[in-house]
């Protein structure tokens, strides 16, 4: 159910223009983001580089228009990678893939139609703000060697093994160790040194108020790599260490590049798995990511995920449809959206818009941009993901939210996104699970036992008889009991049953039994006992 916070935007298919000012230079910051990530995960997934491009498209235009989240950012998500990859490995031909994103999309539309959004909702908080920290500490530790100058790793791979058969921390040390480049050395740190004075330093008004510090940094970069051409030429980056966008001919080529489905395909059983498999798991990772979102907004504006659902199947069947990849909510791209100031959806469409004009007019352009330079503003984003200041406050919140937290993110570190958020959840659920199994009833008496108080702290289920029945039998002979029932809503039948034994049995035992609490509304009626208020003992 949306709620009135749902933000403004989420009223209609167009946005307000009332935050172009803040939307607009954001818009620039994602697009520049979702660049390289966009080629990296297509690159990763085995997938023509154009159909990362076309998902980082739709994304930005088609789910920016249906969706009503007002800050949540998607394109071609690294947490589908390796299910895309073995889809096409296992389909004839990537227009038969494309036709399962497409059937994919159409299901996550019928999930709307369920309700089925409301899955998120029941997702730990430790759990979402350790997938934030552990995506931030995943793109720092994947992101150092491109700005050291070894690029061998796809920009979009955030699962801990790689295709060339290492994996996270021997490719930080093998590009550490192995393959330092100083041009690209002399590009990172100056680009992350500029990035972090800028956020402190940025002026409040004038000129360079909107001015974005990742767009100074890539025309920066690109600068400082043309002048090692011209006095220092052994330090100029070649094109493996630039980005590598597809040059197309005209715009007869480039329309080329486009490709529809291959429909006879229809009848694959496979093409219905992969479909199945594609809306199950994009569907997660969106409403976890778009839950996450909500949670990085500083206007704490909360997103009707049933719509999301909707705006997610609708964008993947656009995708599909022109040959791109599926696409979900993606937390990088939220999050320097969030960062870079946007105030509602249109920067998500703007981004979406600069890609398409970017790959059309300009690909040459694009690729004179070093990679160290983006790798320099993804360490930023991930810094402002994995602050220290989060790991202090969690602590402070107790073992009951550190230890889900902290297991996320090592789950998610050492395996993969999805993987790492379903041990994440499972050993969050054991926490919530274990709270709900805390004592529900209590037992107090005054020093010489005349006076008692069984309370019952929460609802009472057949779960809790035990407990009940222990607390009543500690009642010593001759007290004065209050059973206090007033802080529940609901009292199991067996539970009642047990009250109403002990009330008949009192008299035996010289016990006067009173009972607080309207239980009129409780699943049964209580025999008759006194009512009173409650007595502090």
Known sequence: MSTAREGKAGLGILPPLTGLKQDFPASIVVALVALPLCLGVALASGAPLFSGLIAGIVGGIVIGLLSRSPLSVSGPAAGLTVIVFDAIQSLPSFQAFTLAVVLAGAMQMLFSLSRSGVLAEFVPSSVITGMLAAIGLILILKQIPHAVGYDGDPEGDFAFSQGDGMNTLSTLWYSISNQLTLGAIIISVVSITFLFWWDANKPKDGPFKLLPGPLVVVVGAVAINALFGVIAPGLQLQAKHLVEVPVAEGLSGFLALFALPDFGQVGNSTVWTVAITLAIVASLESLLSVTAVDELDPQRRTTDKNRELFAQGGGNIVSGLIGGLPVTSVIVRSSANVDSGASSKMSTILHGSWLLLSVLLIPAMLNL???????????????KLTKPALFLKRWKQGYTQFVPFVVTITAILFTDLLVGIVIGLV?????????????????????????CMV????NLY???KY??????????DG???????????????????????????APFRDITVSVRGDI??????LVNAPRRELVHL
Not at 369 to 383: E, R
Not at 455 to 458: H, K, L, M, S, V
Not at 493 to 502: E, K, R, V, Y
């Open 462 to 464: 057949f779960i809790h």
């Open 455 to 458: 309370r019952a702290r929460r």
């Open 520 to 525: 009129s509304e409780k699943s049964v009626s």
């Open 369 to 383: 941009i070093p990679l160290a330079a983006l790798a320099a503003v993804l360490i930023q984003t991930g810094y």
């Open 479 to 505: 007290a004065d009991l209050l059973v206090d029932l007033s802080a529940t809503s609901y009292v199991d039948l067996d539970n009642i049953d047990i009250i109403n034994a002990f009330v008949r049995g």
């Open 427 to 451: 050993v969050g659920f054991v926490f919530v699970i274990a709270r709900n199994f805390r004592s529900a009833v209590t037992l107090v008496c005054d020093p010489d036992g005349k006076n």
């Open 467 to 476: 407990e009940l029945q222990k607390a009543l039998n500690g009642v010593p």
